[in-house]
């Protein structure tokens, strides 16, 4: 192609022009020293630029289209130079500059890292090629700037990746000569024809989002999930962050990596769910047709592409395996995080998906980490080239053994992988990042091209939309196959590896710093066990515990997700709200407080209460009831005495213990629950027992007074009537005297004889009598009056009123 150039009038290309300008100046520089012997006013020369110099003038690179051009094509670069210094730049030119051919991946990270224009490095302009002028430049002030040139007239030399700069040439008032004020580079693959072994390349992308659902549910049949907030909703809409992934992987050849909690969690809200307004309280959420757009949108991208699913909640490996694997039960949430992720892909989005794979956060990896890893059934690693490094000249196939074998590592590419993590809000990051990422994989495959290798890229988890959108540029400029094709992760694992790749896992001393602090503490895993503890304490007591245990099994979860990195205080609150909700429900089964009692006897009835404030009714419950002190109060012969517990929903339970007491006094009470196991269950209650005991003794005197008092009474009663009987008597008598004295003399002898009687004492009729005061039938005797109204009250058969003493 250069010959072709030269014979159409182009001129040599930008290679052999820097290469001819630097022997011209190495060979001219010793002839030109010795024609000079005598003493010259030398003209002003123009100083070497240093960096600072040179950087007056801010280039920046907004779009360069093609990425990657073929013969026929015309590149166009478009940007913007600003001046950022304090003075005005004048006589100014915006020109292209075509280096020479990189020979190497390290060497496009050389010049990614240069900032200032360099004349040993840097090419010259293009001859002929286009350039922008610009009379007069204020300070701070910007100029856009467009540049277009025919791939012919870049005068590329062969296939490869290329330099490709522009630079701004001017004068500033204190140094009235031209110099270059200001350049940016970015690089410009180019390969016309395609290679005859391409790269197999797979790249990852990765559907994982942040924790949002809570412990709580609502109290319907369907158990509404309650969510922490909203903000996943601005993530499915459109323009969301989520939403951006999906309408752009759909039509992208990526293996999609999925966090099996954000399909539950917005299969969740699809369905029905309520928000928490920051009180007590939640309120019906108002996303639920976001959700099911969304739903169906990812449902149908995915179609036809490679699923992995993570452990639900992709739990962070590295913080189990380093802060949280000595706390006993924390590999157990990894084993059930991964039994979830499978099932919960194929019900939300019906297809599929691998759970082979682990990937350790950044792909950093240790002994400790792999071991983790693969406890809970993966025997595939996403790991990556900073950690895993190979000491070769080009770049192996990512698969390779790890350890003893057992195992599968599958090391993404470190420099394609972190290509965007940058800022790409701003269009020039974007295009540098994009134009960077094909030279680098056109570097791959040029480095060895008689070989075929298989290569990964494992992006950020959560890319930004500027991010994903930079990502589908980059895969869209590898859409003409020419040197690369796409891949599957499955089919990148199964590749055979490269026996000189590495396959030793790195030393736990050489774990990154930077990673290592944003690892979940120590104490995070044991909040973890204790929410386990108290929930395995709880479930053995329901009657349909599968409520309680599925959302808090899913939250211990999400407490463990490698999304919580760097956000040590917002997984703090989110593991003591699932702690606190936890126990409020456990504290819903409880023992209702007792007051002391008194106990008079040698017998009684303790009673116990057990409230269950819960909608499901408990069981598997026994409660204890303990004496402090046997030999004054015992329980069925016993310190202690057990009754099996059950109580209906919403209601309480009376228990009732039978006591015996021996001696009189105070004794302490304690009543606590216990599981079906003998495990306490919430707090115990304590009360106190008075003993008032009475003995027989005692009794028998007691008798005796109360017989004492009867038989005094019933003589005092008999007196009393007695006495009111002879004063009637003796009335009656007196007013007959008075007013019958003609009676004969035989009336008045019956009337003494009569008195005489009255006036004996206890007199009593004969048998056959009629007592006294009652008149006999058809007679004419006088009428004799009845007894006085008695002094008491006649008994009433009812039952006595409270408080009052009853005879008996």
Known sequence: MAEAADI???????????????????????????????????????????????????VSLDTMTPSAPVEGDTVTVTGTVTNRGKKTVTDATVNLRVGPQMTSRSEIEQVTGRTGFRDDSDPAPLDDGPTVKIPRLGAGLSKDFSLSVPVSDLGLDDEGVY??????????????????????????????????????????????????????????????????????????????????????????????????????????????????????????????AVAERWLDALEKAVQGHKVVALPFADPDLASLAHRGRDV???????????????????????????????WPADGAVDPSIVAVATSAGADKVIARSDSVRDDLAYTPTAARPLGNGSTTAVVSDALLSTAFEGDMVRAENSTLAVQKFLAQSLAITLEQPEDQRSIVVAPQRMPTVAQAQSMATALGGL?????????????AAAAKPDPDASTTVPSSSRYPKKLRDRELPVQ????????????????????????????????INREMSTSWRGEARAAAIYRNNVLDYLQTLTNGVQLVDKSDLTLSGRSATIPVTVQNKLLQDVEHLKLRLTSGNKNRLELNGERYAEL??????????SVKFSASANVNGQVPMTAQLYTEDGTPYGQPMNFTVRVSEIT?????????????????GV??????????????????????????????????????????????????????????????????????????????????????????????
Do not use: C
């Open 8 to 58: 159409q009038g182009t001129g040599p290309s930008p290679a052999r022009r820097w290469l001819r300008r630097t022997i011209t100046v190495a060979v001219g520089a010793p002839l030109l020293a010795g024609l000079l012997q005598a003493p010259v006013v030398a003209a002003p020369a123009a100083p070497a630029e240093d960096g600072a110099g040179t950087r007056t003038v801010d």
């Open 163 to 288: 330099q490709l700069g522009v630079s701004l040439t001017g004068r500033t008032s204190d140094r009235q000569y031209d110099r270059v004020l200001g350049i940016e580079r970015t690089f410009l693959p180019y390969q016309p024809e395609a290679t005859e072994k391409k790269t197999q390349l797979t790249y990852l992308w990765p559907l994982i989002g942040s924790a949002h659902v809570s412990a709580q549910t609502a109290t319907d049949d369907q158990q509404t999930p309650v969510f922490e907030d909203d903000d996943l909703a601005a993530e499915l809409r459109p323009g969301g962050r989520l939403d951006e992934m999906v309408s752009l992987g759909k039509d992208l050849p990526v293996t999609w990596v999925i966090d099996p909690d954000l399909l539950a969690s917005v299969d969740a809200m699809a369905n029905g769910y309520r928000v928490k307004d920051g009180t007590t309280l939640d309120v019906p959420g108002k996303n639920q």
């Open 328 to 358: 006993p039960g924390s590999l157990g949430h990894l084993q059930s995080a991964t039994a979830l992720a499978g099932v919960t892909v194929e019900t939300v989005l019906h297809v599929e998906a691998s759970t082979d794979f682990a």
């Open 479 to 491: 859409s003409g196959r020419r040197w690369s094709q796409p891949s599957d992760l499955l089919a």
């Open 524 to 555: 995070a895993f044991r909040d973890m066990k204790t929410t386990r503890d108290e929930l395995d304490d709880f479930k053995v007591i329901l009657t349909q515990s599968e409520r309680v245990v599925t959302p808090f099994g899913n939250a």
């Open 644 to 653: 099996p517990v059950k109580v209906s929903g919403g209601h309480s339970q």
């Open 696 to 712: 027989p003794t005692v009794m028998l005197v007691i008798a005796g007074g109360v017989l004492l008092l009867v038989l005094a």
């Open 715 to 808: 003589r005092m009663y008999s007196q009393r009537k007695r006495v009111a009987a002879r004063n009637a008597e003796a009335e009656a008598a007196e007013s007959a005297e008075g007013s019958e004295e003609s009676e004969d003399s035989e009336s008045a002898e019956s009337a003494e004889s009569a008195g005489d009687d009255v006036s004996g004492e206890d007199a009593a009729p004969e048998p056959g009598e009629d007592p006294p005061g009652e008149a006999e039938s058809g007679g004419d005797e006088p009428v004799q009056p009845s007894d006085p109204t008695p002094d008491t009250g006649p008994e009433s058969g009812d039952p006595s009123g409270p408080g009052e003493k009853v005879d008996r």
